[in-house]
């Protein structure tokens, strides 16, 4: 079974300062990872998908990258409407089954 | 635009049969896979099952003996039942979709929190 951790816990940052959000993989894996922005009270909402294609109307600051068992997501510049919790999704080949990643918190510094 | 609607009883006792319905609208629920996903309050999101309209069906291993989802297309409805709940079932359980299999949601319910407790 497939463990994904996501690192750090929580992000402390300031708006426009750059974001980056790991997501580690116990095995190697496909590219069939994801993530996710979830705020108070909310659905979650996809940002990525498959490592790093962007999801429809995300915004171009939010970006996706990695393979194998690293995966990341940067947010270049961060505004106010970016902090949130942020979760990671992955597939695993057997037995088959999505994962989440126990999620990174993006606070106001 | 596809819109998911979690319904289903706010509050379950110990041992009983927790069961949630998704209404889909805006769209077919014979096109995708939909998904039952959860998160206990103040926690991570755990990933349930899933099923297509043909009735096959995919679940987390560690919930697998006490989950069935269902699909009924007349109604665009699919459904969750989960067995012996305990407290530790408490949760916002959401629904959500798929465009194939076991890859990514791209269209979520607005969740529903069910309490497990007598």
């Known amino acids: 079974e497939v463990v994904l951790t996501q690192s750090p816990a929580t992000l402390s940052l300031s708006p426009g300062e750059r974001a980056t959000l790991s997501c580690r993989a116990s095995q190697r894996v496909s590219s069939f990872l994801s993530w996710y922005q979830q705020k108070p009270g909310q659905a979650p909402r996809l940002l990525i998908y498959d490592a790093s294609n962007r999801a429809s109307d995300i915004p171009a600051r939010f970006s996706g990258s990695g393979s194998g068992t690293d995966f990341t997501l940067t947010i270049s510049s961060l505004e106010p409407e970016d902090f949130a919790v942020y979760f990671c999704?992955?597939?695993?080949?057997?037995?088959?089954?999505?994962?989440f990643g126990g999620g990174t918190k993006v606070e106001i510094k | 635009q596809v819109q998911l609607q979690e319904s289903g009883p706010g509050l379950v006792k110990p041992s009983d049969t927790l069961s949630l319905t998704c209404t889909v609208s805006?769209?077919?629920?014979?096109?995708?896979?939909w998904s039952w996903v959860r998160q206990p309050p103040g926690k991570g999101l755990e990933w349930i099952g899933y099923i297509y309209y043909s009735g096959s069906t995919n679940y987390n291993p560690s919930l697998k003996s006490r989950i069935t989802i269902s699909v009924d297309t007349s109604k665009n409805q699919f459904s969750l039942k989960l067995s012996s709940v305990t407290a530790a079932d408490t949760a916002v359980y959401y629904c959500?979709?798929?465009?194939?299999?076991?890859?990514?949601?791209?269209?979520w319910g607005q969740g529903t929190l069910v309490t497990v407790s007598s």
């Open positions: 805006g769209d077919s629920i014979t096109t995708y896979y």
């Open positions: 999704l992955l597939r695993s080949s057997w037995p088959p089954a999505l994962t």
């Open positions: 959500a979709r798929e465009v194939t299999t076991l890859r990514y949601f791209d269209s």
